[in-house]
């Protein structure tokens, strides 16, 4: 009988596959490609759960199948190893955290090398190596040296701008850049010759009498990646800047601790340049309906219409967008953001201390936070008065929390008639409400439909809608108060960090100018004596004895924050092609060979960060055509999370005593977690668990049947809650094509899961049993039953693979197992077939198998198997027929 020694096995076949390269991948022009990839990991230095393989295994699953299919299939693997996490482990231990870097992914490999993955490990990257991240740097700098040209739709070279300069100034320079780009220029600062009131024209003969230092001013506001003056997440206790998606509920993401809003000097990238075509590309992806719905919302796409509010004693305007200008005779009040620049110089006397204090408790809270919260009216009375562009009446001007200086202009024009929002703020604050539709109460809410007739809305009366608001343009614009505009949710992308582990920004400065280096090579990260902040504030590089870059003789300061987290990750998909090229990031002929990713298997909660950037950087590689597509991944599935099964036990409150579950409610008693390792079938070993800490040694119990049982919770995995599982002890104890097989079969891939240590026998069971099938093959011809059994197997497999669906396949190779058990066949040409259709789900068995057939090639390379449908015509069934009331 064949026995399933599946350590043995494993060990054996892994040794195999890496002494013939069997997973090797090298371009086929004369074979199609697939290629398969799993998001980027980060490598923590707990290793992987249980919960980490999911998504890996099913990629490789489907990898392995789709090389049986014939496919030159690239699945590699590597790591996204800049990060948080090492740095903080670096500021706690002195240990530079290249080193703690180098150790978590000698973890994570060794792992998933045991768990028999397809990955050609030739083609590993690392974010933090120098031969990675000088590529990256080489990215950015063709960002710094590229533009926006709205007329071509699309990045050029900076060089095209400056010709258009040249020769006719800005008059036909159509570029995605800040409206006001003008004003933030420091004229005085920088010896401008334009006057004060300047609007941003410039000439031929002033382009050409600029000197050089000017000339930079100016296309610093042109590049696709640019430093400014920036309102950030700023993070005191991680000393570092954090991108809107890292930060939840006024905290940071990782770790916890409080995020302030702060203007500072940051380096950003124009990823507001493509949104319009980010939401596009949407349609020419197949991505799940809630991925697409969560970009598409915050991209935040809305046609309206941009109106300039004077301001009562002021020369400047506060400029609002509205999506519904047909209301504007709706305005009883505006409310600006708190962060507004207006704010301070508007405010009278009378309210600056009250402003002050409104300001600073709005400051501690996220962008997220203020929004969510709409039960919380809060706002401020500023003094100030706008004039109403149409009536020239008089509107008070507030501040408020729920309007946010990074969405729009930072300034509302409440409309309480017609906006909930507005409504319960003027509720709240005992403001007018002005009616603008005809016979619609008010005494309940806002009127926010657009069927009913405008009225006390002047040259609008009468109209609906949408014929009030093509008409409200028009007057707008005759009167030069406004025009009509499309808006966007999605703000630049903040892109430096003021942390030691990351890529160095390829920049130096001078004087107050930023200049990118010369060369290809890396810029790599210096020594410091500490990986905190200085004293002063500065980011941990200035720690630096000697962080300058030389020009013409003399030393510059270079650019003291690091790259973001995801500069790496937004085109590690490319270096896969080509991964040892020392002349380019990914040469062209690889990138056409390998084209866009065909399946990406990674978590939703990407879905605002890692896919939105990657998608900006892969479209702009495609505009300089360095790419041959646009959208980076075409088909995308996201894996659900693998939940833990925690273990509680029931303390008396106020005694060392715990109590079993069943009589838990004959007590006062607190529920705590405990090691699921001392738990099994939710009996707990009380022995274990004495032991386990010193203050529970004296611990006593009050027993059901003799047995302490634990309670359970199904929530998410953490060391926390002590019920985190290693995948190398379930290796241990059943082997990797077990644990395999179990992750797929707990259910749909998309869906979250509880895990269950105890279903995972069935499994192992069905590996033996197989393993049963091939004691004493025979070359006899199969008979009909063994070949419906085995093509029904085949059928829906191949079936279920193409609809990527893992989980229902192990259920139905039990079910051929069982059958041809039950049929005692033992034919080769069926356990052939049976090989071929196990092999992407249990590799290490399948090719022992193989090979015990007397086959001296490799299961991997067996073209996949067709169902034949004439093997599973039915020929004869039981019909059942009753007689005298007994059926027969």
């Known amino acids: ?64 199948y789709k090389r049986h299919q014939g496919y030159n299939v690239l699945h590699p693997m590597g790591y996204d190893s800049f990060g948080l996490p090492a740095e903080q482990y670096a500021i706690e231990t002195g240990q530079h955290p290249a080193v703690t870097t180098k150790n978590n992914i000698a973890r994570y490999r060794s792992q998933l090398e045991r768990l028999g993955m397809c990955y050609d490990w030739s083609r590993e990257v690392r974010t933090s190596s120098p031969d990675f991240f000088r590529w990256t740097q ?55 010759p334009f006057g004060e009131h300047w609007e941003g024209g410039l000439t031929a003969v002033d382009w050409q009498s600029m000197n050089e230092e000017q000339k930079q001013v100016i296309l610093l506001h042109y590049r696709m990646a640019y430093l400014a003056e920036t309102e950030v997440n700023w993070c005191p206790a991680l000393g570092t800047v954090l991108a809107n998606d890292e930060v939840k ?63 009562d004693n002021h020369s400047e305007q506060i400029e609002v967008f509205t999506t519904r200008p047909d209301t504007i005779f709706g305005v009883s009040f505006m409310v600006l953001a708190p962060e507004h620049p207006l704010v301070d110089k508007i405010t009278t006397s009378e309210y600056a201390d009250d402003i002050a204090t409104y300001k600073k408790m709005v400051g501690s809270k996220s962008d997220v936070e203020r929004q969510a919260n709409v039960k919380n009216i809060s706002g401020q009375f500023t003094g100030a008065y706008a004039i109403h562009p149409f009536s020239g009446e008089k509107v008070a001007l507030w501040i408020g929390e729920y309007v946010l200086m990074g969405y729009g202009t930072g300034a509302v024009m409440a409309v309480p008639s017609g906006d909930q929002r507005d409504y319960d703020f003027a509720k709240y604050f005992d403001l007018p409400i002005l009616p603008i539709h005809d016979g619609v109460d008010l005494s309940e809410g806002a009127y926010t439909e657009k069927g009913a007739l405008m009225i006390n809305s002047d040259f609008m009366n009468g109209l609906k809608a949408e014929e009030a608001m093509a008409l409200c343009n028009k007057k707008l614009e005759e009167d030069g108060i406004g025009r009509a505009k499309v808006n966007f949710r999605l703000r630049d992308a903040i892109f430096g960090r003021q942390r030691y582990w990351g890529e160095p920004i390829p920049v130096y400065m001078k004087n107050g ?48 924050s690091t790259m973001p987290g995801w500069a790496g990750s937004s085109w590690y998909f490319l270096r896969y092609m080509d991964p040892h090229n020392d002349n380019a990031f990914c040469a062209r002929d690889k990138s056409d060979y390998w084209g866009q990713v065909d399946l990406y298997i990674g978590g939703s909660e990407h879905a605002t960060g890692h896919l939105l950037y990657s998608r900006f950087w ?61 738990v099994s079938n939710d009996i707990l070993d009380t022995d274990a668990f004495k032991a386990w800490r010193e203050d529970y040694k004296n611990a006593e119990f009050i027993l059901e049947d003799g047995k302490y049982h634990c309670g359970h919770e199904v929530e998410k995995m953490s060391k926390r809650w002590y019920n985190v599982v290693n995948p190398d002890d379930l290796c241990d104890e059943y082997g990797a094509d077990t644990l395999r097989c179990y992750e797929m079969f707990l259910g749909p891939l998309e869906q979250h899961k509880p895990w269950d240590t105890n279903g995972i026998t069935g499994v192992f069971n069905f590996l033996k049993k197989s393993a049963r099938l091939y004691s004493n093959p025979s070359i006899d011809k199969p008979d009909a039953a063994a070949m419906k059994a085995i093509h029904k197997c085949i059928k829906q497999v191949t079936g279920d693979l193409n609809r990527y669906s893992f989980n229902t396949n192990v259920s139905a190779m039990m079910i051929a197992v069982n059958e041809l058990t039950a049929m005692k066949v033992q034919y080769t040409e069926v356990l052939k077939l049976y090989c071929v259709i196990l092999s992407p789900y249990a590799p290490h068995l399948a090719e022992e198998l193989w090979a015990s057939l007397g086959n001296t090639d490799s299961v991997l390379d067996q073209p996949w198997p067709q169902y034949d449908e004439k093997h599973l015509i039915e020929t004869s069934f039981s019909y059942p027929v009753s007689f005298n009331g007994k059926m027969r």
């Not at 598409?296 to 301001?311: A, D, E, L, M, P």
């Open 138 to 192: 080489w990215i950015f700098k063709k960002l710094f040296h590229s533009w926006y040209n709205l007329d071509t739709n699309k990045a050029e070279p900076i060089e095209t701008l400056v010709a258009k300069l040249e020769n006719n100034g800005n008059y036909n320079v159509n570029a995605h850049m800040d409206e006001d780009w003008h004003k933030q220029l420091d004229i005085k600062k920088w010896n401008f």
């Open 249 to 311: 509920g006024g905290v940071s993401e990782r770790g916890g601790h409080p995020v302030m809003r702060k203007k500072m000097m940051q380096w950003s990238m124009r990823i507001t340049a493509y949104a319009d075509r980010l939401l596009q590309g949407l349609e020419t992806v197949e991505w799940s309906k809630a991925i697409k719905l969560q970009q598409t919302n915050w991209i935040g796409k809305s046609i309206g219409s941009s109106i300039r509010f004077s301001i």
């Open 513 to 560: 100018i930023p200049y990118t280096i010369d060369g290809d090579e890396a810029l790599e990260l210096p020594v410091v004596d500490k990986y905190l902040p200085t004293e002063d504030g500065e980011p941990p590089l200035a720690r630096a004895t000697d962080w300058t870059y030389k020009v013409d003789g003399e030393n510059y300061p270079l650019e003291y």
């Open 1 to 64: 009988m064949m026995e399933y020694k599946f350590s043995e096995i494993e060990k054996k076949w892994k040794q195999a596959w890496d002494k013939t390269d069997a997973y090797k991948t090298i371009e086929k022009n004369d074979k199609e490609k697939f290629y398969v990839l799993d998001m980027f990991p980060y490598p923590s230095g707990s290793g992987l759960h249980i919960g980490h393989p999911l998504g890996y295994i099913a990629s490789d699953i489907f990898a392995r």
């Open 618 to 678: 892969t479209k702009f590689l495609y505009d300089l055509d360095l790419i041959p597509f646009d959208e980076p991944f075409f088909k995308m599935i996201n894996q659900g999370m693998i939940q833990g099964r925690s273990s509680l036990v029931y303390r008396i409150k106020g005694t060392n005593k715990f109590v079993s579950k069943g009589l838990r409610n004959e007590y006062d008693t607190t529920a705590l977690h405990v090691d699921i390792k001392m």
